[in-house]
């Protein structure tokens, strides 16, 4: 289960699942958001919505206490928004 965030601009996750999961690191980012900035390790995620399959850079934060381990965020919507754009002719 995720959340979907449009004032999120990246996608997020949460440490524990993605240990579970295995995503690959890819780095560090900075979010900053109403808590302050902070540096945020990256994973790679790839995953299935509506038969295409999508990559991300998900920033890793503990979200144990929140109500959804994932954060959809900007960067995915704006990825399925050119996919779904191309498979009709509306670029």
């Known amino acids: 289960m995720a959340k979907i965030d449009t004032g999120a601009k990246r ?12 995503l690959e690191s890819v780095g560090e980012t ?3 958001n109403a808590m302050g900035s902070q540096d945020r ?3 790679k995620l ?8 999508y990559e991300l850079e998900a920033s890793v ?6 109500a959804f381990p994932m954060i ?9 928004k ?6 009709f002719g509306t670029d």
């Not at 790839?46 to 399959?53: A, G, M």
């Not at 050119?82 to 498979?87: F, G, I, M, S």
Request: glycine share 4%; proline share 2%.
């Open 82 to 87: 050119e996919v779904t754009n191309h498979e």
């Open 61 to 66: 934060i503990n979200r144990g206490l929140l």
């Open 30 to 32: 900075s979010v900053t």
């Open 11 to 22: 996608t997020s996750i949460d440490e524990k699942l993605a240990d579970f999961l295995r």
């Open 41 to 43: 390790p990256l994973v």
């Open 72 to 80: 959809v965020g900007r960067d995915f919507l704006t990825a399925y």
């Open 46 to 53: 790839v995953f299935q919505f509506k038969d295409k399959t």
